[in-house]
């Protein structure tokens, strides 16, 4: 078993497509061990995407994250991290394949609809940045 991180982002939740997402999540055999909704504060989104710091987008990328509530989800399942990466489709919906979520939902390459760990390292640093032990019982 393994465990992966997930959020549901603003773009997905304002339309509406948060349980349509968590369907297709669970359909792929993973389970939801953990989650809620939240609107991530600036200081929350800047301290998840440090890695991006320096990128040019990352200005946009926070003021989005925090423009609306998201889903945040520990998912766990054989093979969770890779499992849900396939499901979710490349970052740029242009280069994802069909019938993934960001295929089907994301709007353009920022407001992609949902997030995934790239690894089982950062996996376990994301699922701690939202959740404590008390908070994963599903
Ligand atoms: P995510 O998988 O959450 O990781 C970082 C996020 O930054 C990414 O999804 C997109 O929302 C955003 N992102 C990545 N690359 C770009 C880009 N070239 N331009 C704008 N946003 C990007």
């Known amino acids: 078993m393994e465990r992966t991180?997930?959020?549901i982002k603003p773009d997905a939740v304002a339309r509406n497509l948060q349980g349509e997402i968590m369907a297709m999540i669970q359909s792929a055999g993973l389970r939801i061990k953990g989650m809620k909704m939240i609107q991530l504060t600036k200081a929350q989104a800047e301290g998840f995407y440090a890695v991006h710091s320096a990128?040019?987008?990352f200005g946009s990328l926070v003021e989005y994250m925090c423009s609306g509530p998201c889903?945040?989800?520990c998912l766990e399942g054989d093979n969770a991290v890779q499992k849900y990466r396939d499901?979710?489709?490349a970052t740029n919906?242009?280069?994802a394949a069909e019938?993934?979520?960001r295929k089907k939902y994301a709007l353009d390459i920022e407001k992609n609809s949902c997030h995934g760990s790239d690894g089982q390292d950062t996996a376990a640093v994301e699922i701690a940045y939202f959740f404590n032990a008390l908070e994963?019982?599903?």
């Open 136 to 138: 994963l019982v599903g």
């Open 99 to 101: 019938g993934t979520i």
């Open 71 to 73: 889903v945040v989800m």
């Open 93 to 95: 919906k242009d280069n």
């Open 87 to 89: 499901l979710m489709g």
């Open 55 to 57: 990128r040019p987008f």
């Open 5 to 7: 991180f997930s959020i």
